[in-house]
């Protein structure tokens, strides 16, 4: 380990100088990370990355989980609920049944038992690949929130799939009864353990005497605890990461005073840089593993299957996406939906082309066991560990790298609502200013009559709406403001409960807020 420590920290220069370059040449960062891994992997003196898949899943998962859960809007989630789940779980069981059945017809030595456990690893968009695609290219908020909600939650189906066709290899027998059990304790369990964890750490944060630092390291041990306790029972930890991550994201604002949720938000973006980095690196490292493992089989043959899956993903995905808009379209007529006009083709189009595959497939794959319960050597496990690889490596680069073009090319923003732009922060932030106004006259008289300071800092917002600044606040005058800055955030937190309004531009308001609580403190 100390010998190969230098090619670590190496690993991470290399991070960050590729992610430098991406944002220069305009690509995203995790398609030049994953060919720069690879690049890497042909060279000699390059080490061979023995990757631990268990390391994998508990390492990486649960922070970038939860802070994939901590950035998404619950109120678009629940607003889109029907389509998210359509694609998180029925999309996902159609997808690994189309697989097997391609697998089984036209790769030699498959059986349809081994092709379910391909299809269970290959099938679901990977929440870190899609959240760090989705960052980069300019969508309408609404298609951002289903394809990042939908790449939180299918993991769960996947794995169900993944499970229970490893005890069919094994055994050669499939027992449905025990499938549906399993995966609603998988999913049901994995919330309630997920709600339970995040419950017990609500109340440490608001019980215990902590400060700053013990509160941000609290949310960094929460969801490792929330993805152990829910993996520990056989749960889904996915599931119980992102149930409790929404629940206390909810809730910040409760247990989190302005400068834990400011120092921690930097806290978090960093150490999710750094993960998400190397988690696509570690993918591109880790082919002469993979390969050397092919045995009796081509390169070329393998990287021909490889490209057929690649392609029977890309065209379900896309044929399941008009399916489930001509599902609303119908079910429209029968009860509300949120979508109320035909989404035309475009958002089928621009949904299915966003199906990136990434780190959970890869881990997956590589948590086959190498022989089975008998000490036969597991069938076709390096040929399915190639074969995901190819998978991960062409939505990468295929999908990620057109998905902007593609949006461009069908004019999507031209036809929809992209995110509120600074036009909407600045209509919010007045009526904010006169709302506040209004609130500081109704409880406050006295003090701005008294103060000639927060008479001048009303004046300031009744004149041009703008915040103060360079002002020497007394404590009375620092009491007042504060109150007045929790009165905002209430009646942000409240406006928001309007479907209407976008909780992204209420977020930037909120944070705003805290950055203007702490410059009191250097007054």
């Given at each position: 380990m100390l010998h190969h420590f230098p090619f670590y920290l190496s690993?991470?220069?290399?991070?960050?100088?590729?992610?430098?370059?991406?944002d220069r040449i305009r690509v995203a960062y995790p398609i030049l990370l994953v060919l720069g891994g690879l690049g890497l992997s042909f060279i000699p003196s390059v080490p061979d990355i023995e990757i631990d898949p268990e390391l994998i899943f508990i390492i990486f998962l649960p922070p970038l989980l939860s802070e994939a859960a901590w950035s998404i809007s619950w109120k678009e989630l629940w607003k889109w609920r029907r389509i998210i789940t359509s694609f998180a779980f029925l999309i996902v069981f159609l997808t690994a049944f189309v697989v097997a059945l391609v697998a089984n017809s036209y790769i030699p030595g498959f059986s349809l038992a081994l092709g379910f456990l391909l299809g269970g690893i290959v099938s679901p968009p990977d929440a870190v690949s899609a959240g760090a695609?989705?960052?980069?290219?300019?969508?309408?908020?609404?298609?951002?929130?289903?394809?990042?909600?939908?790449?939180?939650?299918?993991?769960?189906?996947?794995?169900?799939?993944?499970?229970?066709?490893?005890?069919?290899?094994?055994?050669?027998?499939?027992?449905?009864?025990?499938?549906?059990?399993?995966?609603g304790w998988m999913v049901f369990g994995g919330i309630g353990i997920g709600l339970a964890v995040a419950y017990g750490f609500f109340k440490a944060h608001r019980l215990l005497p902590t400060d700053v630092n013990m509160d941000i390291v609290l949310t960094l041990v929460a969801p490792y605890m929330m993805y152990i306790a829910a993996e520990t029972v056989h749960s889904s930890g996915v599931m119980a990461v992102v149930s409790g991550g929404l629940f206390l994201a909810q809730r910040k604002h409760l247990f989190l005073n302005s400068s834990g949720r400011i120092k921690g938000f930097s806290v978090?973006?960093?150490?999710?840089?750094?993960?998400?980095?190397?988690?696509?690196?570690?993918?591109?490292?880790?082919?002469?593993?993979?390969?050397?493992?092919?045995?009796?089989?081509?390169?070329?043959?393998?990287?021909?299957?490889?490209?057929?899956i690649t392609v029977v993903l890309m065209v379900s995905r896309i044929l399941s996406a008009y399916g489930a808009v001509v599902t609303t379209l119908i079910a429209r007529n029968f009860i509300t939906v949120a979508e109320k006009r035909n989404p035309g083709y475009k958002a089928p189009l621009v949904i299915g082309w966003a199906g990136m595959r990434g780190v959970v497939s890869l881990a997956a794959a590589l948590s086959i066991p190498e022989t089975l319960e008998n000490g036969v050597p597991f069938p076709q496990r390096n040929l399915i560990l190639f074969i995901t690889f190819i998978v991960i490596l062409l939505t990468l680069l295929i999908?990620?790298?057109?998905?902007?073009?593609?949006?461009?090319?069908?004019?999507?923003?031209?036809?929809?609502?992209?995110?509120?732009?600074?036009?909407?922060?600045?209509?919010?932030?007045?009526?904010?200013?006169?709302?506040?106004?209004?609130?500081?006259?109704?409880?406050?008289?006295?003090?701005?009559?008294?103060?000639?300071?927060l008479k001048k800092i009303v004046e300031k917002w009744e004149e041009e709406g703008k915040e103060f600044d360079n002002i020497r606040l007394d404590q009375e005058c620092k009491l007042v403001y504060v109150d007045m800055i929790n009165h905002q955030r209430e009646w942000l937190r409240e406006w928001n409960k309007d479907h209407e309004v976008d909780e992204n531009i209420v977020r930037r308001h909120l944070y705003r807020l805290d950055l203007e609580e702490e410059k009191l403190k250097y007054r």
């Open positions: 690993l991470i220069l290399l991070i960050i100088i590729l992610i430098i370059v991406a695609i989705m960052k980069f290219v300019h969508v309408p908020s609404r298609y951002q929130s289903i394809i990042e909600g939908e790449s939180l939650l299918n993991d769960a189906s996947s794995l169900i799939v993944f499970r229970f066709a490893l005890i069919a290899v094994g055994t050669g027998q499939f027992i449905w009864q025990d499938a549906i059990l399993s995966f978090w973006e960093s150490l999710c840089f750094v993960l998400n980095g190397l988690v696509f690196m570690i993918i591109g490292l880790a082919l002469p593993t993979i390969t050397k493992g092919l045995g009796n089989v081509s390169v070329n043959e393998a990287i021909g299957y490889g490209v057929l999908q990620g790298l057109t998905l902007p073009i593609l949006i461009k090319k069908i004019n999507l923003l031209r036809d929809n609502e992209v995110l509120p732009g600074e036009s909407h922060y600045q209509e919010m932030y007045r009526k904010l200013t006169n709302q506040s106004l209004e609130y500081l006259h109704s409880n406050y008289e006295e003090q701005i009559t008294r103060q000639p300071i």
